[in-house]
């Protein structure tokens, strides 16, 4: 009775069952796999959110919300369309821009939840690896055009990346964007980790490709459970664009009311949780660079942004076997084969935690990052 994309969740792997009897015997653990902002004592209270009596249907999202959001992010309120998450947004971007059977070329490493959302709209995620080059995992026009097919409708690119925490560079999104342009695609950018006042202000005005910029109060504001996110459209094909959006939207209506009314407040209030997240991150990542010691085979990817850290560690033992026996020490890290990571052995680390959960967890993330565990 069930369609085929709609499979079980499929049964937990050997980390997810470890962690879990973990958990139920009651033993501890430092989870280095956190990545929930409200979890992390980041978050400030909320004041209360009003709900109004009367209910006007606005598909792409109320208009004074979409003027606010435009001041903060620069962009053009006319242009944007609100919606309730970003795995949302592209699963309706998938169905704006793709039929089934076509294809939207994904980074690897990358965001696993990409895969499924392309699965679940009837698309095809077809992999393109990005180019490392030993310290960065950079944007290489040629690794693109090697995984296009004709069938090829989009290309799904994330700055700051998710693991890896690069950003594009002007020249890698213009690249990428001509590319797109020439052969029909459009770029879907996802920028939901971007830092307005560390990164400035995203201008998109002059990609020759129909382009959809993603943000979200998730991960912009530390607000998750809001559940409000945004596409800007730019490029040529944009109002055809955000014509068949509203039609979309209009379908489902997702956003509620009191998080549209109370988002020029939210948005203010994202500036102190940005101010408190970099501390924090930047803090964490310093201690876990200085958990290194001369002549450790093992290395802390340069961070440019993002949430999280990528070790580099020996081959062997794998990954797994790796992740597990930190677990065994009491701490959770993710595993780089999550990730998707084409070559290398890596273990993925959140730099969300409290600092003395990161500091409680480093001697034992050293040792089983140059095999020391076992
Ligand atoms: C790169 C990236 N895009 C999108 C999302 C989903 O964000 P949202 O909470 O807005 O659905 C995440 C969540 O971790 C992410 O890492």
Request: hydrophobic share 45%; charged share 20%; proline share 9%.
């Amino acid at each position: 009775v069930f369609s085929a994309r709609a499979g079980p969740r499929g049964s937990l792997n050997a980390l997810a069952v470890a962690r879990a009897r973990r958990l139920a015997a009651g033993l501890p653990l430092l989870d280095l796999t956190q990545t929930n902002p409200t979890q992390v004592g980041l978050s400030a209270p909320l004041a209360p959110l009003t709900v109004p009596e009367a209910y006007t249907p606005e598909p792409l999202g109320a208009w004074s919300a979409r003027e606010a959001l435009a001041a903060h992010v620069g962009l053009d309120p006319a242009r944007l369309l609100l919606c309730a998450s970003t795995s949302e947004a592209f699963s309706w971007l998938f169905t704006l821009l793709a039929d089934a059977g076509d294809e939207v070329l994904v980074p690897h490493p990358g965001y696993p939840l990409f895969d499924d959302l392309a699965r679940l709209a009837q698309v095809t995620p077809r992999p393109f690896a990005l180019d490392f080059d030993g310290q960065r995992f950079g944007l290489e026009p040629e690794l693109l055009r090697r995984a296009a097919t004709p069938r090829t409708r989009a290309l799904v690119l994330v700055s700051p990346a998710n693991p890896t925490g690069q950003r594009l560079t002007e020249v890698e999104l213009h690249a990428a964007a001509e590319v797109c342009a020439r052969h029909g695609w459009a770029l879907i950018l996802d920028e939901v980790f971007r830092d307005p006042e560390l990164h400035g202000l995203p201008s998109r005005a002059s990609l020759p490709c129909l382009t959809f910029t993603l943000g979200g109060l998730s991960k912009s504001c530390g607000l998750p459970q809001l559940k409000l996110s945004w596409v800007s459209v730019s490029g040529p094909g944009a109002a055809e664009a955000l014509e068949r959006l509203e039609h979309l939207a209009d379908t489902f209506l997702p956003v509620n009311t009191p998080v549209m009314h109370a988002l020029p407040g939210l948005l203010e209030a994202g500036r102190d949780f940005r101010g408190r997240l970099r501390a924090r991150l930047s803090r964490n990542d310093a201690a876990l660079r200085a958990s290194w010691r001369p002549g450790e085979a093992w290395q802390v990817l340069p961070r440019e942004a993002g949430w999280l850290a990528c070790l580099r560690v020996p081959e062997q033992p794998q990954e797994e076997a790796r992740c597990l026996a930190l677990l065994d020490a009491g701490v959770a890290v993710q595993p780089g084969y999550f990730f998707d990571f084409p070559r290398g052995a890596w273990l993925v680390v959140s730099l969300l935690p409290e600092p003395q959960v990161l500091d409680a967890a480093l001697e034992a993330l050293r040792r089983g990052a140059v095999d020391e565990l076992r």
